[in-house]
């Protein structure tokens, strides 16, 4: 079936606190496009988390994926 929305963005977040950072880029990648049923972008909590990472290019990914989301919640997380 289709999988989609909050469970969705819920169980990809688990991909960002892998030890991988090639999985946590991926992982950004696919929260920064999901959408649920109203076009919010579940994965905005997920991703706000993972600004923090150690690793410059998995920042970059978070930051390009919190801009796709086009969600409020993304503006202060991306200034600071």
Same mark, same amino acid.
């Given at each position: ?13 688990? &991909?960002?606190?892998? =030890?991988?950072?090639? *999985?946590?880029?991926?992982? %950004?990648?696919? /929260? #920064?496009?999901?959408?649920? @049923? ?11 988390? &993972?600004?923090?990472? =150690?690793?410059?290019? *998995?920042?970059?990914?978070? %930051?390009?994926? /919190? #801009?796709?989301?086009?969600? @409020? ?8």
């Amino acid at each position: 079936g289709r999988l989609g929305g909050e469970r969705a963005a819920g169980l990809v977040a688990v &991909a960002l606190a892998d =030890e991988d950072p090639e *999985v946590q880029i991926v992982a %950004a990648q696919v /929260l #920064g496009r999901i959408r649920d @049923e109203s076009g919010g972008a579940p994965g905005v909590s997920g991703l706000v988390n &993972a600004v923090g990472s =150690e690793f410059a290019h *998995v920042r970059a990914a978070v %930051a390009r994926a /919190l #801009g796709q989301t086009n969600s @409020e919640r993304a503006v202060e997380p991306l200034r600071e």
